[in-house]
């Protein structure tokens, strides 16, 4: 069965970094579009960024633009998201998903059949 697993949160002070990492099994990973979305308390899940299964095509929000960068190493079967120049705004469980079909709307979260089980990213002010 598909399995995809997060790594890398923690907690980091605001202006920090952190790299997260999803590692995926059970699928075609060279096949699948991935995406990082997040979810803060109280807060509806949100997008964060997606990478085509080349890597050619990417989508940030707009809040994250200039300071995170989402990667994938097909070889290992993972992708990344690192993120630089942190907030407190940014504090959230980050998850990631995979999608195998093309879609015209990459970041809703309705259209990525396979998540991870999060893992949290606090930045204290």
């Known amino acids: 069965q598909v399995q995809l697993v997060e790594s890398g949160g923690g907690l980091v002070q605001a202006g920090g970094s952190l790299r997260l990492s999803c590692a995926a099994s059970?699928?075609?990973?060279?096949?699948?579009?991935m995406g990082w979305f997040r979810q803060a308390p109280g807060k509806e899940r949100e997008f964060v960024a997606a990478i085509s299964w080349s890597g050619g095509n990417i989508v940030y929000i707009d809040s994250v633009k200039g300071r995170f960068t989402i990667s994938r190493d097909n070889a290992k079967n993972t992708v990344y998201l690192q993120m630089n120049s942190l907030k407190p705004e940014d504090t959230a469980v980050y998850y990631c998903a995979a999608d195998l079909l093309p879609r015209v709307d990459v970041t809703a979260g309705r259209n990525y059949p396979y998540w991870g089980q999060g893992t949290q990213v606090t930045v204290s002010s």
């Open positions: 059970g699928l075609t990973f060279s096949s699948y579009r």
